[in-house]
């Protein structure tokens, strides 16, 4: 499907002139597709002054294609606006590292504190953990458990409230034992209280952290910027990880909180396991905010690949967002050729929600079982899939062809029905973004 999705964005950009008028159409519906995910209003209306000054229409060469000009504007623009330009955080081997984790309360500090633990324990580094949360009860629990399932050693201690004492002495022995990466996860609080920030300046005065990271709940939109700027103003933040980026946010609140800190995204989280952190990549990000997949991802890697094309029906049907049995069967097909599916999976829309979360050879597996269910339908099934009745009997029939459950053809189908629904969503914002002058 990926191919697709480069095809019609070739077909639609190989259009008609674009003129001033149909320029600031474009900008609205991108400015709309963007508002849609949450990025904060006047830095949609920055991005869209951003763009305008910069594709001067009528200083362009006669034949330069408009639309693409603009198209790759916006998604330059965008990236630009997601890295300030610092290069990510890196501890420095053979030196006790302190990094402190902060962020309000259910954002996910523990849990990303613990992933990255994981994350830098497995490239080496000897990791300790530390809880300063001597706030919410049963928080050293939590940290306690997670850190044991990672096999990362901790520090706390029950019925202590001075968060400063249990944070100096768990870095210091930690410091003392020559670990490299010291973690404090931090308290958080409900709201953006004045003890809160008082305590963490306190933490960030009694442990002088190489390192502040703060951690956002990727959903949170609107209130993103204001966040982000109060933990600022106490601490000097450095990185953000932004999670819970595996939900239906498409994370517009991560524009605020790199203008707010000044400081690059470093992660994402993508779940409640150890495992479910993704190192940040902007043009992927990008991709996601407008609600294409990665299409320049897509596009080198298809490159590489020899994978079956759509022809020019197909092509304009899923354009428009409308997608068959038969699209998801050669998508599938595509998919297995191009490389590790975790990998696939984040840069198609709708995939990454239906693959397995299990090992590389599990979700393989679980792939080629639907490409064989699909093998047993009929023309009718696969070109119509929407308009035949999808009873019993002809489960059944497919099931007997296959060689696989009733069960697992019903899977098949709600399969198709994430799928399709993903694309109609992306064809509409192909449409914002693509044919500005058709209006959405
Ligand atoms: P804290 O209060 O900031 O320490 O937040 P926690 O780490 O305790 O997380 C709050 C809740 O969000 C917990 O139920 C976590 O399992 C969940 N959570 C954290 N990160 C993610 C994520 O990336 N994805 C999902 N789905 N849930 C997350
Ligand atoms: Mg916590």
């Known amino acids: 499907l990926g191919t697709k999705i480069v095809k019609a964005l070739q077909s639609l950009t190989n259009q008609v002139v674009v003129d001033e008028t149909a320029l600031e159409a474009a900008l609205k519906e991108v400015a709309r597709a963007l508002l849609e995910a949450d990025v904060n209003v006047k830095q949609v209306s920055e991005l869209r002054q951003r763009v305008k000054n910069r594709v001067r229409l009528a200083e362009l060469p006669p034949g330069t294609n408009r639309r693409r000009l603009i198209h790759k504007t916006v998604f330059e623009e965008l990236c630009r606006m997601l890295d300030p330009g610092i290069p990510p955080y890196r501890p420095q081997r053979g030196q006790s590292n302190v990094i402190m984790f902060v962020g309000l309360q259910g954002n996910g500090k523990t849990t990303s504190c613990v992933k990255v633990a994981y994350f830098y324990k497995r490239k080496g580094y000897r990791t300790g953990l530390v809880c300063a949360d ?12 997670n850190a044991t399932r990672a096999r990362v050693p901790f520090y706390g201690r029950y019925g202590e409230t001075d968060a400063v004492k249990v944070a100096s002495e768990g870095v210091e022995r930690f410091r003392r034992e020559g670990f490299e990466v010291i973690l404090v996860d931090t308290s958080g609080r409900h709201k953006q209280e004045a003890a809160l920030f008082a305590e963490m300046e306190q933490l960030d005065r009694a442990l002088t952290p190489d390192h502040v990271i703060f951690v956002m709940d990727g959903s949170i939109g609107q209130a993103a910027y204001d966040q982000a700027r109060a933990f600022q103003q106490r601490v000097r933040v450095g990185s953000v990880i932004l999670t819970k980026m595996d939900g239906h946010a498409r994370g517009g609140g991560a524009l605020s909180a790199v203008a707010a800190t000044h400081s690059p995204i470093v992660f994402l989280g993508t779940g409640e396991h150890l495992d479910d952190l993704e190192e940040f990549q902007v043009q992927s990000f990008v991709g996601r905010l407008l609600g294409m997949g990665d299409v320049r991802g897509l596009v080198s890697t298809i490159a590489e690949a020899d994978l079956e094309n759509p022809d020019e029906e197909q092509m304009n049907r899923i ?7 038969r699209d998801m069967q050669m998508q599938y097909s595509n998919v297995l050729r191009l490389g590790p599916l975790s990998k696939v999976a984040s840069m198609m829309p709708g995939m990454a929600e239906i693959l397995p979360k299990g090992s590389e050879k599990d979700a393989q597996t679980r792939v080629r079982n639907m490409l064989v269910i699909l093998d047993s339908m009929n023309r009718e099934e696969l ?5 035949v009745r999808w009873d019993d009997s002809r489960k059944r029939r497919i099931a007997r062809g296959s060689g696989r459950s009733v069960q697992e053809v019903d899977e098949v189908l709600t399969q198709y029905k994430l799928i399709s629904k993903a694309w109609s969503r992306i064809g509409k914002n192909m449409k914002h973004l693509m044919q500005p002058g058709h209006g959405g």
Do not use: N, P
């Open 383 to 387: 070109d119509e899939s929407t308009s």
């Open 319 to 325: 354009s428009q967002g409308i997608l068959t049995l």
């Open 134 to 145: 001597t706030f919410r009860a049963g928080a050293f629990d939590q940290l306690r458990q």
